[in-house]
């Protein structure tokens, strides 16, 4: 497929504008757009693990969740000589790498829709003033702590922080993939049952505690599910390209 028909299907679908503007730096990480697509890797993070996959598979592109550069790219450059010594490489292989992040996170089909998919939600909608936000219904209410080895199961993680302040029985609940506990506000405002995200802060904790609010802490693992659902959007735009899928990342070990 031509390479710049297919970015720009991906980018109709997931606008650069829509990317979250204060951190988040999207679209062409390295490389060109390719002339042809016929092969891409889809991974969470572009490392050097999947480098290694990379200079064998030799895609045309590779979509991250991520972005390789989190930040000013001259700034990243200057300050970790290990992103440096793999860009380096990464250019000496001719790789070409297209990042979606918070656009992906919130426009329909993205992150958080995969996410309430999974955990089987009902009458999903977006958060009133946090659109990156998805809240929605359990098919029956459920006892809050079989509800956390419920979401942990669905969404194939190991383990999960449970913040029980709140009521015991749970229906109604808002999820936003990755490391969104700052936003708990949003949750309280839609008068959700249980909030699910991930790296909270002890501050935001406590915050939350003296709310009586009920929180899901997942590791940001959770956010695999781009990989597959990359695929099927791939997949419906032009189902002759090859897909390699590299799903290497592994949640902390608990102790």
């Known amino acids: 497929m031509n390479g710049r028909s297919f970015i720009s299907i991906i980018g109709k ?4 504008r829509i990317a979250e503007k204060y951190h988040d730096y999207v679209g062409l990480m390295t490389g060109v757009i390719p002339n042809e697509v016929n092969k891409v890797l889809l991974c969470l993070d572009y490392d050097e ?3 290694e996959i990379a200079k064998e598979y030799k895609p045309d592109l590779v979509l991250s969740h991520h972005p390789f550069f989190y930040g000013d790219k001259k700034w990243v450059l200057e300050n970790y000589s290990f992103k440096k010594a793999l860009y ?4 000496k292989e001719g790789i070409n790498i297209f990042s ?13 829709d995969a996410l309430v998919a999974a955990l089987n939600l009902k009458d999903v909608y977006s958060a009133t003033n946090y659109p990156m936000m998805r809240v929605g219904y359990l098919s029956k209410e459920m006892d809050i702590q079989d509800f956390a080895k419920y979401a942990k199961e669905c969404l ?4 999960g922080l449970l913040i029980n302040a709140g009521k015991q029985k749970v229906k109604k609940v ?18 959700v049952d249980i909030y699910i995200s991930g790296d ?23 956010e695999k599910i781009f990989i597959p659902q990359m695929k099927k959007i791939i997949n419906n735009i032009d189902s002759s390209i090859d897909i390699l899928c590299v799903d290497h990342e592994k949640e902390p070990l608990v102790i």
């Open 88 to 91: 380096e490489e990464i250019n």
């Open 200 to 222: 909270v802060k002890h501050p935001v904790r406590r915050e939350m505690i003296s709310l009586k609010m009920n929180y899901l802490d997942l590791p940001h693992e959770i």
């Open 49 to 51: 693990e999947v480098h």
């Open 13 to 16: 679908k997931f606008p650069k």
């Open 174 to 191: 808002a999820i936003i993939g990755g490391g969104a506990a700052n936003e708990y506000p949003h949750a309280l405002e839609e008068g």
């Open 100 to 112: 979606l992040h918070t656009n992906f996170d919130e426009c329909k089909d993205g992150m958080n």
């Open 156 to 159: 194939k993680v190991n383990y």
